[in-house]
């Protein structure tokens, strides 16, 4: 991956979603807010979605009009690209018309920014295109003072054809333009004050959070939540702040939820614990349904240990913690052997926990494989998986924990290291 420029807190990626574009009311505010922070000294460079439902609109008439018959994934592309597209031209139109230099930027230019492969549909950018063209055509503006307008979502091929990168595709857009800017901050403008504390859909009481870590925005999105989409987490650059914010504040100030941190794009193995752990299993008739009894076994162990990971079944509770003195044993035991339900306990020690992460791992087939294959053939035991957040992790003993994470590392190298490719 080509490096980053130097980060400039100054400079600023500011991605308007559709919903923050669906009518001109909405286009005219956008406007304002970007005039207000150009007025304060910013540097930005604005990326825009469709306005509204267009791309929606645009694949539902396609195929009405269509009738079944399949024109070619480079044309629908060219076809979808449109929305952004005039998102992009009637942005530009009005920030000049507020006496602002604004330069709207169209794929079939020669200073297009966004190269991408030839994956028609869910493209994939070619970075190294991506920074220099960059550095070449969209910083020089920034460095003057004038606003790049470029429309989200949308590539070009080497060889001039229009790709579209997916749902997601203009968040994807914002980071690759922050990561070779040096952009101090990304900023995405939506409906919504920011990242939820549950889906309001479903949870009438959710309320906004003000902080999270790429890694727990990861997870929410593997559950269902699909605000920033995993892969356009892939890109964003680590030391580059995210801000989401409503635009009805009408000001790119107003609070909102920080992303902070970076989560793999790729998928990589390494030891997610440096020292040995124990595996506790407590057994016994309705143990996990039991929360007063789980809750002092909880409390128990988090006392004098760590508690890295937990897993159950009917009748069964798993506890992955780290207990250096053997301590948090002695008081697990100590609570099961007052408790009628639980009948025994049982913990295997000097386990290595090894994690394999990236953005998507739930959507590569024959990951379990690809980590469990390579260690049966060499005669390594796996004494448990789990898989959280799009980690999956791998027990195994503590001795032969490098040569495992060694030959982890070798089978997903071997058979493509992309997550979700």
Same mark, same amino acid.
């Given at each position: ?10 400079w ?11 009518d001109?009311a909405r ?5 304002n807010?970007?005039?207000e ?7 930005? /460079?604005v990326? +825009? ?19 079944g +018959? ?9 076809l979808?690209?449109?929305?952004? @597209?005039?998102? &992009? ?11 602002? =230099? ?10 297009? $920014?966004?190269?991408?492969?030839d @994956?028609?549909?869910?493209? =994939? ?5 991506? /920074? @220099?063209?960059?550095?070449?055509h ?27 990168i997916?749902? %997601?595709?203009?968040?994807?857009t &914002? ?23 549950a889906d309001? #859909?479903?949870v %009438?009481e ?7 870590? /790429? ?11 699909? !605000? ?5 987490l ?5 030391d +580059? ?6 635009? @009805?504040?009408?000001?790119?100030? &107003?609070g909102?939820?920080?992303?902070r941190?970076? !989560?793999p794009? =790729? ?5 997610? !614990? ?5 595996m506790?299993?407590v057994?016994?008739?309705g ?15 988090? #006392? ?9 079944? =009917? *009748? ?8 250096? *003195? ?11 052997? %007052? ?24 959507d590569t $087939? ?12 060499? %005669?390594?035991n796996?004494?448990?998986? !789990? ?14 924990r490098?040569? /495992? ?7 997903? *190298? ?8």
């Amino acid at each position: 991956m080509s490096e980053s420029k130097v980060k400039d807190d100054a400079w600023l990626v500011v991605k308007y979603g559709g919903s923050s574009l669906a009518d001109g009311a909405r286009v005219s505010n956008a406007a304002n807010m970007i005039l207000e922070a150009l007025r304060k000294g910013k540097r930005i /460079a604005v990326v +825009v979605s469709a306005m509204g439902r267009t791309t929606d609109d645009l694949m539902r008439i396609a195929r009405e009009a269509l009738n079944g +018959v399949d024109p070619g994934v480079s044309d629908i592309d060219d076809l979808l690209s449109m929305g952004e @597209r005039t998102s &992009a031209r009637l942005l530009a139109t009005v920030l000049r018309s507020m006496g602002v =230099e604004a330069r709207y930027y169209d794929p079939e230019g020669e200073d297009w $920014p966004i190269i991408t492969d030839d @994956r028609f549909g869910d493209a =994939e950018p070619i970075l190294s295109e991506c /920074a @220099r063209r960059i550095r070449d055509h969209v910083a020089p503006l920034m460095v003057r003072g004038a606003v790049p307008v470029i429309p989200g979502f949308i590539g070009r091929t080497l060889d001039g054809r229009i790709t579209t990168i997916g749902r %997601g595709g203009s968040d994807t857009t &914002a980071f690759i333009l922050a990561r070779y800017l040096g952009a101090g901050e990304v900023i995405l403008v939506t409906d919504v004050d920011g990242i939820m504390t549950a889906d309001p #859909k479903l949870v %009438g009481e959710a309320k906004p959070i003000p902080e999270i870590s /790429a890694r727990e925005l990861a997870g929410l999105a593997d559950s269902g939540t699909k !605000f920033i989409h995993k892969k356009a987490l892939r890109y964003k650059p680590k030391d +580059v702040n995210v801000r989401v914010l409503n635009y @009805r504040r009408g000001s790119l100030e &107003a609070g909102g939820t920080l992303i902070r941190g970076e !989560f793999p794009g =790729e998928l990589e193995a390494k030891l997610g !614990f440096q020292d040995p752990i124990d595996m506790v299993t407590v057994v016994g008739r309705g143990v996990p349904s039991n929360p007063q009894l789980i809750y002092r076994i909880l409390r128990a162990a988090s #006392k004098s240990g760590r508690i890295l990971g937990v897993s159950s079944d =009917e *009748n069964s509770l798993i506890l992955y913690l780290s207990s250096p *003195n053997g301590k948090a044993l002695r008081d697990i035991h100590r609570v099961i052997s %007052g408790a009628g339900g639980a009948a025994a306990m049982a913990a295997r020690r000097s386990i290595a926990l090894i994690r394999v992460e990236g953005v998507g791992l739930e959507d590569t $087939p024959g990951i379990i494989g690809r980590i469990s294959n390579p260690l049966r053939e060499r %005669g390594i035991n796996i004494f448990g998986m !789990f898989t959280v957040a799009s980690s999956i992790s791998t027990l195994v003993d503590w001795g032969r924990r490098d040569e /495992a994470v060694q030959l982890i590392r070798d089978s997903l *190298n071997h058979e493509g290291n992309s997550v979700g490719g």
